[in-house]
């Protein structure tokens, strides 16, 4: 297989996962999935691959495992068999929901409307938020910034060059030169120059939808759960896709133990040496990703030290000139390296987070840098044709635009308006209307929304107004007011307690995307403000009994179940009518926290 068939993945982490809690405001961008650093990346393209990764890393002497590209695409619709799979590389599609271009905003970010007077929470939403968390390798910039065409980049070693670029530390740069100039077989390093990782996490986790069903309902019911798990799928890449795609995530996280084995890299192996692949470092960031995702951050924590800040030579195709030939440039993905900056947040280390986002948007800005001054990515004077290095800038600045993205949502997370507002404000001075018209209203939007957050409703009616104002080339004066202003004007309603007024926005929202969960859910919440509590009930039963695949969403229930507990005393068996349901079609992905099951129940 050539070596363009190893694409990092450069999908947006924010896009590989059907559900979570947490919940941003920008929902305007969600919409778009942006563009990953090659087409090869481009999820929505289905190729046949076949794959099996059957041999131990001892065994690989200078032939890397073929790497199937597992994950599907975005639409459901374009899959058309189980022997296609997705273009993009390794984690293509942890998820399938379209994502927000900056994403996180948590769930402090929902409007929580408190309900003392029965001790709970009801949650307006400023987004649906299927996303994952505010991480990583957040934004597809590049898929919406960087639209070049399959064949002029993945196809050439001008491509692969282009994506795998990075900047070495001066003392890396020199351990990958004495590396070239040794014989082959002969370099050595000492293990400080090593990245050893080992999987932390010795017992296989558990399906929580199982455990809670057999002890809230019982053991027949449980039994009837039916729910792919390791042992049910290929042991390789395309066992894992299956796993993820059906949000099997528990299940995923222990086929990728047994994977990572096969490297010498499981459990018990941190700190002890073994050989790294484009192979096992993509099942590393599947694996981390899947841990963030299920809110494990201490064990992603735990199991991400080894590789932060992903500069050993050992992390570079040099180091392994038998394997790759002389390829240059790094093997990390540039999503790991976003994903593994943002982890600290999850640990309540923020200020690292800030220094970690800095220190590589200081390197891609080096690249930038470099580019302009007629040198190529690294500083080395290798001659670019222009084309190529228009591609080259066009690239990097992407990868440029998503680490301020990710540092916008660290700062809104850290309460920090006035950065977040800040770097929006540059975005959109530096920003191409090439990129779209959506993207630029979503920027300005994005600034609304933070004023609505902080009580400034003159400010954010200013914003949106701008939003409003800027229009495509082939909107007219009287083109219909689109889902973003929908929404803009929805909350900005919400936030002055005009409840009805908000309703009749969300409504005609939801006539334009009827399976929007976040517009369902301010619906529900303007009916219970607007005294009809009966009819936010029935508003969200409709949602799950008519599609329950996608309704079965954790803010949804979250809020379904607190409108249980301010209804009736039937609260208890009601919600054991949604684990049900969740039992049925749900994998073992979801947080049952939004069912609010208490022990004595």
């Known amino acids: 297989m050539e070596t363009s068939q190893f694409e990092e993945n450069e999908k947006s982490l924010n896009t590989y996962f059907k559900d979570s809690t947490n919940s941003d405001i920008f929902d305007q961008i969600s919409k778009h999935n942006f563009m990953n650093d090659s087409a090869n990346n481009n999820d929505e393209v289905i190729k046949n691959v076949e794959t099996v990764v059957d041999q131990p890393v001892d065994n690989m002497s200078t032939k890397e495992p073929i790497i199937c590209r597992i994950f599907a695409p975005c639409n459901d619709s374009s899959i058309e068999s189980s022997k296609k799979v997705s273009e993009g590389t390794f984690f293509d599609m942890i998820g399938t929901s379209d994502k927000s271009l900056i994403t996180a905003l ?32 957040d934004i597809d910039s590049e898929k919406y910034f960087y639209n070049v065409s399959a064949g002029n980049l993945l196809n050439t070693s001008e491509g692969d060059r282009r994506r795998d670029a990075w900047i070495p530390s001066y003392r890396t740069r020199q351990a990958l030169l004495a590396a070239a100039g040794a014989p ?38 449980a039994a009837q759960r039916k729910v792919l798990t390791f042992n049910d799928v290929t042991q390789d890449e395309r066992g894992l896709r299956e796993l993820i795609q059906a949000e099997c995530y528990r299940a995923a996280v222990n086929l990728t133990s047994r994977l990572l ?14 050989q790294h692949t484009l192979h096992s470092i993509q099942l590393w960031f599947t694996r ?45 993905p540039f999503s790991f390296r976003l994903l593994l900056a943002e982890l600290p947040q999850y640990v309540h280390k923020p200020q690292e987070a800030f220094k970690r986002l800095f220190s590589t948007l200081s390197v891609v800005r080096k690249i930038l840098q470099n580019l302009n001054n007629a040198l190529s990515e690294d500083g080395s004077h290798i001659e670019l044709k222009d084309q190529d290095r228009e591609e080259s800038i066009k690239l990097w600045k992407c990868r440029e635009t998503r680490i301020l993205h990710s540092v916008i949502n660290l700062a809104f997370q850290q309460k920090d308006y006035k950065l977040s507002i800040d770097i929006l404000q540059q975005l959109i001075k530096n920003c191409d209307h090439e990129y779209g018209v959506y993207y630029y209203k979503a920027l300005i939007s994005a600034i609304g929304r933070i004023y ?17 104002s800027f229009k495509s080339n082939n909107q007219g004066k009287n083109s219909n007011v689109d889902f973003q202003e929908l929404i803009n004007d929805g909350l900005l309603a919400l936030s002055d307690n005009n409840y009805d007024k908000a309703y009749t926005y969300f409504q005609k929202a939801s006539i334009k995307d009827p399976t929007n969960i976040m517009v369902k859910n301010n619906m529900a919440v303007c009916l219970l403000y607007c005294g009809k509590q009966k009819e936010a009930v029935n508003l969200l ?54 069912l609010k099951l208490q022990e004595k129940e």
């Open 452 to 468: 609505l957050q902080l009580g400034d409703l003159n400010s954010a009616k200013v914003w949106f107004s701008k939003s409003r």
């Open 541 to 594: 039963e409709t949602v799950l009994s008519t599609n329950p695949t996608v309704g079965l969403h954790e803010s949804l229930l979250l809020n379904l179940c607190t409108l249980y507990e301010l209804e009736s005393s039937s609260a208890k068996e009601n919600k054991k009518t949604i684990l049900k349901m969740v039992s049925k079609y749900k994998g073992d992905a979801i947080s049952l926290h939004c």
């Open 184 to 221: 082959s077989g002969t370099f050595t390093l000492d293990k400080d120059f090593l990245t050893m990782p080992g999987v932390v996490l010795q017992e296989d986790m558990v399906d929580n939808v199982y455990e809670a069903v057999n002890h809230y309902v019982d053991g027949v019911e």
């Open 106 to 137: 948590s769930s402090d970010y929902n409007s929580q409307i408190k309900l003392s007077s029965h001790n709970a929470n009801f949650s307006a939403e400023f987004q649906n938020d299927d996303s994952l968390y505010s991480l990583s390798a």
């Open 261 to 274: 084995t096969m490297y010498g890299q499981g459990v018990g192996r941190a700190g002890y040496s073994s």
């Open 288 to 332: 981390i990703s899947l841990l963030v995702k299920l809110r494990s951050w201490s064990i992603a924590w735990a199991e991400s030290e080894p590789w932060w800040d992903l500069d050993k030579p050992d992390l570079y195709f040099q180091f392994y000139s038998e394997l790759y030939g002389g390829r240059p440039g790094t093997i990390v």
